[in-house]
């Protein structure tokens, strides 16, 4: 049985050890003088960040719903599967774009290769497969990478209703067989499938310069 830490032991463990990347001295020198100036402290960057992560999350969310359910309504399901392949990287990298953070989706359970975890992403993910698993909280979480550079903010994705289904459901079931053909020619190592309403999909994973955060504040 892997071992499953706590968000708070994760982070513990995260600002330790770093992402072992190093900062060049002139991001570290502007945002050190951009503090200074604006008389911030690390706590309220953070916090400062964990608020747009938030932000940022459910406006890429409603931006793919919205898009999605508009093509479901011209093309039906086959056609909004094929329309995700070829538009929802290009949506998120769209909504990310005016703040200057990076947007994505992980996931243990993949569809789209790209959605692949990172090292550091896959400890995230487990510990929120565990509290779905133990009925525990699904919170956000903001950590350090890149020696302070970046902060990577984390939220749990659930399935949340039967539309979602039509794609990540149950085979025969949920999925019909048209879309479920359409699937297999695009995603033939797909390991989405077979979900029910309240489950974990994946994460959202955002990575976000705090030269932003203080710019903004």
Not at 7 to 34: D, H, M, P, Q, T
Not at 120 to 131: F, N, V
Not at 142 to 169: D, F, M, R, S, W
Request: include cysteine.
């Amino acid at each position: 049985m892997k071992k499953i830490f706590s968000i708070v032991a994760i982070s513990v463990l995260l600002s330790a050890c770093g992402s072992g990347e190093r900062v060049s001295k002139e991001v570290f020198e502007e945002v050190n003088e951009a503090m200074e100036v604006k008389k911030l402290s690390e706590a309220e960057i953070i916090d400062a960040a964990m608020v747009w992560g938030d932000s940022i999350s459910m406006e890429a969310q409603q931006q793919l719903v919205n898009q999605l359910q508009q093509a479901i309504s011209e093309k039906g399901i086959p056609g909004a599967i094929e329309f995700c392949n070829v538009q929802a990287l290009s949506i998120l990298e769209d909504v990310g774009k005016p703040y200057g953070v990076e947007i994505r989706r992980a996931s243990n359970r993949y569809r789209n290769p790209a959605d692949q975890p990172t090292e550091m992403e896959r400890r995230y993910l487990e510990t929120y497969e565990y509290d779905v698993e133990n009925g525990n909280p699904l919170a956000p979480n903001i950590q350090k990478i890149n020696e302070g550079e970046e902060l990577l903010y984390t939220k749990a994705i659930v399935i949340p209703g039967g539309l979602c289904l039509n794609c990540h459901g149950e085979p025969g079931k949920e999925i019909n067989e048209e879309a479920l053909k359409v699937l297999e020619e695009l995603y033939p190592e797909d390991q989405a499938k077979g979900h029910k309403v309240g489950d974990l999909r994946g994460m959202w994973s955002i990575k976000i310069p705090k030269k932003e955060v203080v710019k903004r504040m």
